[in-house]
């Protein structure tokens, strides 16, 4: 009985509204799964397998990885910042160069900014918007993550 009972409150919990889900997005994370403004979020077909949630350091080494965009391949990263996963196209806004210095390598010398090694543009990791250098005004090109599982993925398109 008590197991039934646990399962009827269990399926309850799940149906309830998104807004009402929010403040739980800790423990879902926990258990592998994240909660956005739209839902419930899971990898699925929509998906791409980037890296393990490990090999991202807070203002860390980023990974590089492809990423198909309008029928193209094209370079992109993501790096870890205030715990939290962001993933941008590797082009920098002031010319089309890749930002990394060296591989993987797109924090500032105090992991603050993400800076192209080109001219010195510096990015705000949790935007992608130009705070300084030649980039003014312009920004990265944002992919939209998610950490779940232990392992983070990138949603096509
Ligand atoms: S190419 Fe990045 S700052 Fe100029």
Do not use: Q
């Not at 899971?42 to 350091?57: E, I, N, R």
């Not at 920098?92 to 010398?109: N, Q, R, S, T, V």
């Not at 090694?117 to 992919?143: D, I």
Request: hydrophobic share 35%; net charge negative.
């Amino acid at each position: 009985m008590a197991g039934k009972k646990r399962l009827s409150e269990l399926s309850e919990r799940l149906s309830e509204p998104s807004e009402r889900l929010g403040g739980h997005s800790e423990r879902l994370s926990e258990v592998g799964a994240s909660v956005t403004e739209s839902g419930l979020n899971l990898p699925g077909a929509d998906t791409v397998l980037v890296c393990a949630s490990g090999d991202l350091a807070d203002g860390g080494d980023g990974i590089r990885f492809d990423f198909e965009r309008d029928d193209k391949i094209v370079p992109a990263f993501a790096i870890r910042h205030g715990g939290r996963v962001y993933a941008y196209l590797n082009r920098c806004a002031h010319i089309a160069m890749e930002l990394d210095w060296k591989p993987g390598k797109f924090f500032d010398a105090e992991g603050e900014y993400l800076i192209c090694s080109t001219h010195g543009a510096l990015y705000a990791p949790e935007s992608g918007a130009c705070r300084g250098g030649p980039c003014r005004g312009a920004a990265l090109s944002r992919l939209n993550v998610l950490e779940a599982g232990g392992k983070v993925y990138i949603r096509k398109g």
